[in-house]
């Protein structure tokens, strides 16, 4: 016996010597989360900072716009340029997250040829190294200009420089060109809700493309064959792979603003492809105010549906030239809060706007694709310091695990001054396995940091490696943790010799470590 035990204490010598995955005791710890967790769920969203412009004041609507693309966000001011003399000319903000939470604003963007009432930064949109932002120059009808939409690109340095202005070929008066934007790799597409091909602001959209010997030009006009007067196509566009959808929440094929949203297809040369209604559509819905799209999905606002209660409608591509009806996702409330007010949707996830729930403190939320059919509830995200009439929620943009919010009327630098607070998802659970020598079983502590009950709770502990007989495998099932509150489980019996490496699985959790076996005796490192 002391033989062995002298051989186990110098094999635990050797071993210590090479360095290996820390345990998981050392592993990040999630933050603790707000009380809008969702009952059962494993993640939250947690609200990791709140964002202002370096030069905010009253009345800019900072937030008006967003869009977020990996590591950068950007952000409109569409009244930027409140104060006396400057007329509304509008600006956007670029914001960089260095480390894993932290947003810095890097820049901001102002049109070259800037001027009164132009409204810059009325929409937005990023992808990789360009933003495109839209001025559309709307709100007066006395005003002759037609908008606008701006290319900036950003350098190496990360200096971002205006690249191209992008212009109507037939633009007018009051076509309010740039009040819709998507950018997409080498493509542009720009919506022009006023436009009047089809009478009064019936609107179009148009297409510009990207080549290194011609910069920026313009493609194509898309214009409905059934436009309406009042239709306001354009007024919401998205684009993705090789599709484009764009909203026309004025449109009346089910009663008077009932809605539609029409997809196009690039590889066809922009061809039209399929009108979208609502299965329940009726009149005043607005189906169409807001449109997102991502890979085989397209995610539609209708925000007037049941008399401003709102809802939103998952479209899925099957076969070319179909796109079905897959799911319609109600509010959350069942009260008037213009539920489906925005929408943005990336693989997986898409995220809702509200932005009138309690008296216009505004909310969103959170789905998650789990299924054929079948989107959950995640999380209901809110302002951490959300008052009434901040219209948090009026713009929503999500990419991969972050999201971003709008509340262009929050009033920290006076009234109307806007702001926007990004979110990240995070897993509710922290899993910890000290350090140490354990004898025939692992033992395994999984703990709650969210705010709410974690019901059925499945996880397995699996070892691989040494020779210990094949692969252990072991499965179990926590009926309830509730929030702050920690549960051990362990692994079934192991015997062996040798390097191993175990893994721990809890849903949205997983962990790696690696240990050293001999006979009963486990050596985690």
């Known amino acids: 016996m002391k033989k062995i035990i002298g051989i186990f204490v110098c094999t635990l010598m050797i071993v210590t010597a090479f360095p290996a995955v820390n345990s998981l005791d050392d592993c990040k710890t999630c933050p603790t989360v707000p009380s809008t967790t969702q009952e059962g769920t494993l993640v939250a969203w947690n609200q990791v900072q709140k964002l202002l412009a370096s030069d905010c004041s009253g009345l800019d609507q900072f937030g008006w716009s967003v869009s977020i693309n990996g590591e950068y966000a950007l952000v409109g001011s569409i009244l930027q340029g ?47 190294d360009r933003a495109l932002i839209g001025a559309n120059g709307r709100g007066f009808t006395t ?8 290319v900036f690109k950003r350098a190496a340095s990360g200096t971002w420089t205006q690249q191209a ?57 898309l214009v409905p064959s059934d436009g309406i007067t009042y239709g306001y196509f354009g007024g919401s566009v ?38 979208l209604l609502a299965s329940d559509g009726a009149a005043y819905d607005y189906f169409g105010h807001s449109v997102s799209m991502s890979g085989d999905y397209a995610i539609i606002g209708a925000a007037g ?17 179909s796109w079905i009806e897959e799911t319609i996702i109600p509010s959350q409330t069942g009260q008037q809060d213009y539920f489906g007010g925005s929408v943005s949707i990336d693989g997986n996830n898409a995220i809702i706007g509200a932005d009138v729930f309690s008296s216009r403190r505004g909310t969103a939320y959170v789905f998650q694709h789990i299924g054929p059919g079948t989107w959950t509830l995640e999380s209901q995200l809110l302002a ?6 901040d219209w948090f929620g009026n713009s929503v943009s999500i990419s991969g695990y972050t999201a971003i919010v709008g509340a262009d009327s929050n009033s920290d630098c006076g009234a109307g001054s806007g702001s926007a607070y990004v979110f990240q998802k995070f897993c509710c659970l922290e899993l910890k396995m000290p350090k140490g020598i354990y004898f025939g079983r692992i033992p395994i502590t999984i703990n709650n940091v969210c705010a709410q009950d974690i019901v059925n709770l499945g996880w397995t502990i699996t070892v691989t490696g ?54 009963p005796f486990i050596y985690v490192f």
């Open 466 to 519: 040494g020779i210990q007989g094949g692969v252990v495998v072991t499965n179990g099932n926590i009926p309830l943790i509730v929030p702050g509150e920690g549960k051990t489980v362990k692994s079934n019996s192991i015997f062996g010799f040798g390097f191993v490496t175990i893994t721990v699985d809890v849903g949205c959790e997983k962990r790696t470590v690696q240990a050293f076996v001999l006979g």
């Open 305 to 321: 549906h049941d008399t401003g209660v709102g809802s939103a409608y998952v479209f899925q591509y099957t076969v070319p030239g």
């Open 384 to 389: 951490s310091d959300g008052a009434a009439q």
């Open 82 to 128: 409140s104060q006396p003399g400057c007329n509304w000319k509008g600006s956007a903000y670029v914001f960089k997250r260095t480390g894993t939470s932290t947003w810095t604003q890097q820049q901001q963007l102002n049109a070259s040829d800037a001027a009164a009432y132009n409204y810059f930064g009325s929409s937005v949109s990023l992808d990789g």
């Open 238 to 275: 998205s684009m993705s792979g090789d599709y484009a959808i764009i909203g026309a929440d004025g449109d009346d094929d089910k009663g008077f603003a009932s809605g539609s949203a029409y997809v196009y297809k690039l590889s066809t040369g922009w061809a039209f492809e399929k009108k």
């Open 165 to 221: 202005i992008l212009k109507a070929p037939d633009g007018a008066a009051n076509d309010f060109f740039g009040c819709s934007v998507c950018l997409k790799g080498n493509y542009a597409l720009v919506g022009a809700g006023g436009d009047d091909d089809h009478g009064q602001c019936s609107g179009s959209a148009y297409v510009f493309k990207y080549t290194p010997s011609t910069g920026w030009a313009y493609q194509k006009k």
């Open 143 to 150: 005003d002759t200009f037609p908008g606008k939409a701006y």
